[in-house]
Nanobody, 121 residues
Framework: QVQLVESGGGLVQAGGSLRLSCAAS????????MGWFRQAPGKEREFVAT????????YYADSVKGRFTISRDNAKNTVYLQVNSLKSEDTAVYYC??????????????WGQGTQVTVSS
């Protein structure tokens, strides 16, 4: 079965950085678009970034553009999210997902369990 396992979250001060990872198994990773989403307490899950199968196409939510970078290593079946210049409003559980190269939650078929990112001010 498909498994997506996120790691790399934690507690960080405002302005700091983290690198989130998502290890995939049970799917043809090199053919799959991948995405990162996040959900803050009391809010709906929202799109953060997506990358196509080759890594040549990426796009981001306006709120993270210039601060977050999505990348992938198809040899390691892993997608990354480098998060820089963190703000308190970035505090959320971050989820990776596999599916279509899209910013829509409904276009993703598989989801990880999430990793918590907490930004202290």
């Amino acid at each position: 079965q498909v498994q997506l396992v996120e790691s790399g979250g934690g507690l960080v001060q405002a302005g700091g950085s983290l690198r989130l990872s998502c290890a995939a198994s049970g799917l043809t990773f090199s053919s799959a678009a991948m995405g990162w989403f996040r959900q803050a307490p009391g809010k709906e899950r929202e799109f953060v970034a997506t990358i196509n199968w080759s890594g040549r196409s990426t796009y981001y939510a306006d709120s993270v553009k210039g601060r977050f970078t999505i990348s992938r290593d198809n040899a390691k079946n892993t997608v990354y999210l480098q998060v820089n210049s963190l703000k308190s409003e970035d505090t959320a559980v971050y989820y990776c997902a596999a599916g279509s190269h899209s910013g829509s939650i409904r276009d993703y078929d598989y989801w990880g369990q999430g990793t918590q990112v907490t930004v202290s001010s």
